[in-house]
């Protein structure tokens, strides 16, 4: 989104005379028309337990040792290690009947990413690749889809596929540890700057250099390995533009902020996805990992919990209090669940049959928890969603076709969601 100048800041500050100047200035935000939906997708790596976080079992043995609590939606209850989404669950929507067949990390992650399982030949997209191909804007600077800490991904659950480079995520912040004390909580994205000794004008006149030697070599050998060699370099060169990289310095942001995000590698990732929208970047994911709690479950759920909690809420109110809410969807979701029994190292397995994502902001009817799983969780036993389903879900909540056509590299034309997928109706606004 283009930025509020000075004028449009103070007519909005003039207009708020004896109150506060953030609600006008979130309205002025909201009603921008050059603002188009983003989406921010909370991905958490492993597979997060259901029971444990948004379909407890308070009254089975399958329910473990958490309490369930009360959130802002009346009848709807979460675990109690997830206090602070509680509360802004009137913005929140879960999904509680997931019903899908991959139980393997890798296949599934491709799966819920691309919304297709593997086939041989053809190079499926990442949801995120066709977000930035329908709303990139062509002059902008910042790319089009950013993942921030990814983890357990392989090389195609990140892949732009057959929409090329152009859609590939620009990755931040992609080793060091979950919970490093550098000051922009470790996601930096590299070579931004210029070498030591490198003065502007230098740099400038090396790159024209480059693009007149390499000017003819592109133009006799015509194809996708040019086009993408091409389209990589004019990014880069973009995004070392002082406005890009601006976007990437968590120091402009007040510390109380950045302490109620958590100063660890989620929290600050989730701030910076805010800054990124807030920008005009619409589509960014933020990896959370260390859901796949075979053994010691409990403990480890508890921790992941206090990283996510104050994050995710924190950034539901940022975003509201910024006007941009009603245009950013975010989405909480893993490669599938774990099983509501128990084994006997205390921990939860792999389990696509019955499963939670989460979905809020723009585009999305709050305030509500769709579907049912059986009282021991094993089984769906209303309103069955597949990944498909969830996808056109998206598709709608942020305003784009899912039946739009892509030609794919088998020249055969793929659809954006499979025909089969149908969107939640419940959950839309």
């Given at each position: 989104?283009?930025?509020?100048?000075?004028?449009?800041?103070?007519?909005?500050?003039?207009?708020?005379?004896?109150?506060?100047?953030?609600?006008?200035?979130?309205?002025?935000?909201?009603?921008?028309?050059?603002?188009?939906?983003?989406?921010?997708?909370?991905?958490?790596?492993?597979?997060?337990?259901?029971?444990?976080?948004?379909?407890?079992?308070?009254?089975?043995?399958?329910?473990?040792?958490?309490?369930?609590?009360?959130?802002?939606?009346?009848?709807?209850?979460?675990?109690?290690h997830l206090p602070l989404v509680a509360k802004q669950m009137k913005h929140l929507?879960?999904?509680?009947?997931?019903?899908?067949?991959?139980?393997?990390?890798?296949?599934?992650?491709?799966?819920?990413?691309?919304?297709?399982?593997?086939?041989?030949?053809?190079?499926f997209p990442t949801f995120g690749a066709l977000v930035s191909n329908e709303r990139?804007?062509?002059?902008?600077?910042?790319?089009?889809?950013?993942?921030?800490?990814?983890?357990?991904?392989?090389?195609?659950?990140?892949?732009?596929?057959?929409?090329?480079?152009?859609?590939?995520?620009?990755?931040?912040?992609?080793?060091?540890?979950?919970?490093?004390?550098?000051?922009?909580?470790?996601?930096?994205?590299?070579?931004?700057?210029?070498?030591?000794?490198?003065?502007?004008?230098?740099?400038?006149?090396?790159?024209?250099?480059?693009?007149?030697?390499?000017?003819?070599?592109?133009?006799?050998?015509?194809?996708?390995?040019?086009?993408?060699?091409?389209?990589?370099?004019?990014?880069?060169?973009?995004?070392?533009?002082?406005?890009?990289?601006?976007?990437?310095?968590?120091?402009?942001?007040?510390?109380?902020?950045?302490?109620?995000?958590?100063?660890?590698?989620?929290?600050?990732?989730?701030?910076?996805?805010?800054?990124?929208?807030?920008?005009?970047?619409?589509?960014?994911?933020?990896?959370?990992?260390?859901?796949?709690?075979?053994?010691?479950?409990?403990?480890?759920?508890?921790?992941?919990?206090?990283?996510?909690?104050?994050?995710?809420?924190?950034?539901?109110?940022?975003?509201?209090?910024?006007?941009?809410?009603?245009?950013?969807?975010?989405?909480?979701?893993g490669e599938f669940g774990r099983t509501p029994g128990i084994n006997p190292r205390?921990?939860?397995?792999?389990?696509?049959?019955?499963?939670?994502?989460?979905?809020?902001?723009?585009?999305?009817?709050?305030?509500?928890?769709?579907?049912?799983?059986?009282?021991?969780?094993?089984?769906?036993?209303?309103?069955?969603?597949?990944?498909?389903?969830?996808?056109?879900?998206?598709?709608?909540?942020?305003?784009?076709?899912?039946?739009?056509?892509?030609?794919?590299?088998?020249?055969?034309?793929?659809?954006?969601?499979?025909?089969?997928?149908?969107?939640?109706?419940?959950?839309?606004?």
């Amino acid at each position: 989104m283009p930025s509020l100048d000075r004028r449009r800041f103070l007519r909005a500050s003039a207009a708020t005379a004896g109150a506060s100047w953030l609600p006008a200035l979130a309205a002025r935000a909201a009603d921008d028309p050059a603002r188009k939906r983003a989406c921010i997708v909370l991905w958490m790596a492993g597979g997060p337990t259901q029971t444990d976080t948004f379909d407890p079992k308070p009254d089975h043995p399958n329910g473990g040792p958490f309490k369930a609590i009360a959130t802002a939606a009346p009848g709807v209850q979460v675990a109690e290690h997830l206090p602070l989404v509680a509360k802004q669950m009137k913005h929140l929507a879960i999904v509680r009947s997931m019903a899908t067949k991959e139980g393997d990390h890798g296949r599934a992650t491709l799966q819920l990413r691309t919304g297709n399982s593997p086939q041989a030949g053809i190079d499926f997209p990442t949801f995120g690749a066709l977000v930035s191909n329908e709303r990139t804007r062509p002059d902008g600077d910042l790319p089009g889809y950013v993942s921030i800490s990814p983890r357990g991904f392989g090389s195609a659950s990140l892949s732009a596929g057959f929409l090329g480079s152009r859609h590939s995520p620009l990755v931040v912040g992609d080793s060091g540890s979950e919970y490093g004390a550098e000051e922009n909580g470790g996601l930096r994205v590299e070579n931004l700057g210029l070498p030591p000794g490198i003065s502007a004008r230098r740099a400038d006149e090396r790159r024209s250099l480059l693009e007149e030697t390499e000017a003819e070599f592109l133009t006799s050998r015509p194809g996708a390995a040019s086009e993408s060699h091409l389209s990589a370099y004019q990014r880069a060169v973009r995004l070392m533009k002082e406005s890009a990289a601006k976007a990437f310095d968590l120091s402009d942001e007040k510390s109380e902020l950045r302490d109620r995000y958590g100063r660890n590698r989620f929290g600050q990732g989730c701030l910076l996805a805010r800054r990124l929208v807030e920008r005009g970047v619409p589509f960014v994911e933020v990896t959370l990992g260390g859901w796949d709690t075979h053994d010691n479950n409990f403990a480890q759920v508890k921790g992941l919990c206090g990283t996510l909690d104050p994050a995710w809420a924190t950034l539901v109110t940022d975003l509201k209090d910024r006007g941009l809410l009603e245009t950013t969807t975010v989405v909480w979701m893993g490669e599938f669940g774990r099983t509501p029994g128990i084994n006997p190292r205390n921990g939860r397995d792999h389990y696509p049959n019955a499963w939670s994502v989460v979905l809020g902001g723009g585009g999305v009817a709050g305030g509500r928890a769709v579907g049912r799983t059986s009282k021991d969780g094993m089984s769906v036993e209303e309103r069955p969603v597949g990944v498909t389903d969830l996808l056109a879900t998206v598709c709608h909540a942020i305003g784009i076709d899912p039946t739009k056509q892509n030609m794919s590299n088998v020249n055969r034309p793929i659809r954006v969601v499979d025909p089969s997928g149908k969107p939640v109706k419940e959950v839309l606004a």
